[in-house]
């Protein structure tokens, strides 16, 4: 005798839910480090650091600096901006500048940059909008290199209206 229809029908459903539950999970674990990837080394923190004066700098542990810069200093939201990554002392396959929020979430916002001389790499990006007037910003300069992906973390705040 064959089950009843509901019985039936609710066993299809949770078979589609841990499927889509397993594909979600997989999908998770093969983000996971692109959106959080792992450093060897990072420069420490610069809080005297005012990219609307100049471009900053960052000493990364066991030699080499990375020197960061955006235009326009005016760091405006929702215009492009041209981002500058100088480095002294260490080289690099390959650099990416991730924007996060300091104390709200506001997505995935990560740029390539292109190499156009040794040591000088330059790209362009965009911030998002935000509801507050005024939003905290952590631009991380990840650089690939032969010893691992090292950071250089550099703070500013842009302002919407």
């Known amino acids: ?15 589609l839910g841990l499927l889509v539950a397993a594909a979600a999970g997989g999908l998770a674990y093969q983000a996971w480090p692109i959106l959080f990837p792992s450093v060897t080394a990072a420069a420490p923190l610069d809080p005297d650091c005012d ?12 030699g080499g600096t990375v020197r960061f810069g955006i235009e326009p200093k005016a760091i405006p939201v929702l215009k492009p901006l041209t981002l500058t ?3 002294e ?3 690099a396959r390959g650099v990416e500048v991730d924007f996060a929020g300091t104390d709200m979430n506001m997505g ?19 911030l998002p909008i ?13 650089l690939d290199t032969a010893e691992g992906r090292m950071a250089a973390p550099f703070r500013f705040d842009a302002y919407s209206r």
């Open 1 to 15: 005798m064959p089950p009843p229809p509901s019985r039936t029908r609710a066993g299809w459903w949770a078979a």
């Open 51 to 62: 990219l609307r004066a100049g471009p900053c700098s960052g000493r990364l542990p066991g």
């Open 85 to 87: 990554v100088r480095l």
């Open 89 to 91: 002392g260490v080289e």
């Open 108 to 126: 995935y916002n990560r740029v390539a940059l292109r190499g156009v001389a040794p040591g000088l790499w330059r790209g362009g990006g965009m």
């Open 130 to 142: 935000c509801v507050r007037d005024v939003m905290s910003w952590e631009a991380k300069v990840l």
